[in-house]
């Protein structure tokens, strides 16, 4: 009887999935299929889009090689791109995850607890939520030269005698970028860590403080292996977004000095976007990170499964445990 | 103060109340850290550029905003009413579609027994990490091709698919839809659809108004998408209009640059500090990252 119920309602299950699965389809496979295709063609200028050819067999990746082996500095700069996204994204992420680390730490401190965390919490995660495109052009203004708020607050502190052209400079250049996700991020990792221990069963802690752990003791024996997950969660979702980076470099020095901020995404814009309109090459480097990032999310999509079977074995366990337990006290 | 600070009960050392202040110090630090930036942004879109240039960091407020006003708007390319609408239809029109029909798809993955489900569900978690960007190339051509750049549709329609607020959802759902309700009203003879908008959709509200908030900031700064598809300037967004500041037109006009980027973020900036508690409850709950 049950059974043939949930027979009949299962149209229903299908027929609630049609919107999202047809425009899925249409919106986003549809262009992935495209995207795809288009790499392994000669798509060239607006007329291209629609009027495009496969390359010959014997030649059917040359966009890729373009793209990425041809060692002439025009075409190379695909790997220069990629090469300055990951620098990027390395530079601002270990300040950024371990700054997240200590104030989880301080916030969630058993021993000494820390007053205002709900103001403070606000005011960190402030800047994720402000368009970066925004505060990317206000970062360009407060680093302006030879006059602006940065040169002038060094300045008046003693720090340099004379102003520094932040812009024209690659290391200044990239440590700012970087510095701008650092300060856009560190408060929302902050959060989503602080949930983490808070979600740890508190009696691990308890016993730790019995046996009279430390803080850090505690912090590096109990808190960190348990947060295995939501770390491993956490770099690679912050990988993904430092992957698909455009706004901030654009807006902050338009990917100079030098080209040495210009990042995967700016160089697939310019590639079809620019004069030439070279939308097969441009496709052929999606592609790259299409797949670089497919990799990364398999990483993603093993944690969430580990999770689910870590929660099922604990189970499993647990009901032996009690198994075990009855049947001592029977006997 | 540190005594005060410290939880009656526990001895603390000196070395820890050192450490406690220390801890003060380096979160007052980041709080200043975090709102410096905007405050200078605020108080120079209200002084000349003569004063900008003269001490660029001033936490006096100036005279000159409604000149500012007039030089940034005298240009006749930063438009911050244009932008706001385009904005507000795009986000709003894109929020609305992403929380009722993730929340729809959710429903039929949690509430429905049929075959295809659990493939579906897998479906939906490997791709919910792709961002649209990188099939951007494909995309542009398909909305190309039938005509529709220069149209705030494209930027709306796709919202009905999101995989990552599907996740959410039914991560919530599970747990906190009884389906004895969904049984009862069915024995009232409402149809499926009616239990969903009736009685579902209610008990969704919390988790509803968390993704409609993200959904609608992540809308509203999206840049890459929108500068590829909008090249009139009656449909420009905001941060399209941001990056017109950058140009050669306002070159040396400080004062109305800070006061266009000050246009820009202002309706963020409300949003964020009417809902705040919301939006840190939400972002602890692992919300999805725009």
């Given at each position: 009887m049950k059974k043939d119920k949930s027979f009949s309602y299962a149209k229903y299950g299908y027929l609630f999935s049609i919107p999202f699965v047809v425009v899925y389809l249409i919106f986003s496979l549809y262009p992935t299929v495209t995207t795809i295709l288009l790499a392994f063609t000669d798509a060239k200028g607006?007329?291209?889009?629609?009027n495009w050819n496969f390359l010959p067999k014997e030649q059917i990746f040359e966009n890729f090689v373009q793209v990425v082996?041809?060692?002439s500095i025009e075409k190379s700069q695909f790997i220069n791109a990629l090469k300055n996204t990951v620098i990027l994204w390395v530079v601002n992420f270990i300040p950024q995850i371990s700054l997240a680390l200590l104030l989880t730490a301080w916030f969630t401190s058993r021993r000494n607890q820390l007053r205002a965390q709900g103001f403070f919490k606000v005011v960190f995660y402030m800047?994720?939520?402000?368009?970066a495109a925004s505060i990317a052009l206000l970062f360009n203004k407060l680093f302006?030269?030879?006059?602006g708020p940065v040169n002038s607050l060094l300045q008046n502190l003693g720090v340099i005698d004379a102003p520094i052209?932040?812009?024209?400079?690659v290391g200044w250049t990239r440590g700012i970028i970087s510095f701008i996700q650092f300060w856009m991020w560190y408060g929302s990792t902050m959060i989503v860590l602080i949930s983490g221990v808070l979600g740890i069963n508190p009696d691990l802690f308890e016993a730790a403080e019995l046996d009279g752990a430390s803080n850090s003791q505690m912090f590096w024996k109990i808190t960190v292996p348990n947060m295995k997950t939501i770390l491993l969660y956490n770099i690679i979702t912050s990988l993904i977004g430092g992957l698909s980076m455009y706004d901030i470099p654009q807006l902050f020095n338009k990917g100079n000095p030098r080209r040495s901020t210009i990042t995967a995404n700016m160089f697939i814009y310019n590639q079809a976007f620019?004069?030439?309109?070279?939308f097969a090459r441009a496709s052929a480097a999606s592609l790259i990170m299409f797949v670089i990032i497919a990799i990364c999310s398999v990483f993603v999509f093993m944690a969430f499964n580990d999770e689910a079977g870590k929660a099922k074995r604990a189970a499993k366990r647990a009901a032996r445990l009690e198994a075990k337990k009855n049947k001592m006290e029977v006997g | 103060m540190a005594s005060n600070t410290l939880s009656a009960g526990i001895r603390h050392t000196p070395g820890e109340r050192v450490y406690h202040v220390f801890k003060y110090v380096v979160c007052i630090f980041l709080a200043v850290l975090s709102i410096f930036p905007f405050l200078i942004m605020a108080v120079n879109a209200t002084r000349t550029t003569t004063q900008i240039q003269a001490?660029?960091?001033?936490?006096l407020f100036g005279t000159n905003f409604l000149k500012n006003l007039d030089i940034l708007l005298g240009?006749?390319?930063?438009n911050p009413l244009v932008g706001l609408r385009n904005s507000f239809i795009i986000s709003a029109g894109a929020t609305i579609l992403t929380v009722y029909f993730s929340t729809l798809t959710a429903y039929a993955l949690v509430a429905y027994e049929w075959k295809l489900r659990a493939l579906f569900f897998t479906i939906i978690l490997a791709v919910?990490?792709?961002?649209?960007t990188v099939t951007s190339i494909g995309f542009y051509s398909f909305i190309y091709k039938i005509g529709w750049?220069?149209?705030?549709l494209p930027l709306i329609i796709p919202?009905?698919?999101?995989p990552g607020t599907v996740f959410f959802m039914r991560q919530f759902m599970i747990p906190s839809l009884p389906m004895e309700i969904v049984q009862s009203a069915r024995v009232d003879g409402a149809s499926e659809f009616r239990t969903f908008n009736q009685i579902v959709l209610p008990i969704m509200k919390p988790a509803m108004a968390t993704q409609a908030i993200f959904a609608f900031v992540g809308n509203w700064n999206n840049l890459f998408i929108p500068q590829i598809l909008l090249t009139d300037s009656k449909v420009y967004t905001m941060p399209i209009m941001v990056s017109l500041?950058?140009?050669?037109?306002?070159?040396?006009e400080y004062g109305a640059i800070y006061l266009g980027i000050l246009l820009t973020v202002l309706p963020i900036f409300v949003i964020y500090f009417a809902l705040s508690k919301y939006i840190i409850a939400g972002v602890a709950l692992g919300g999805v990252k725009e």
């Open positions: 607006m007329q291209g889009l629609s082996a041809t060692p800047p994720n939520i402000i368009t302006a030269y030879p006059i052209e932040f812009t024209s400079k620019g004069s030439n309109k070279l | 001490h660029p960091i001033s936490l240009k006749n390319m930063f919910m990490m792709i961002p649209g750049t220069n149209n705030l919202a009905v698919a999101a500041l950058n140009g050669d037109v306002y070159k040396t």
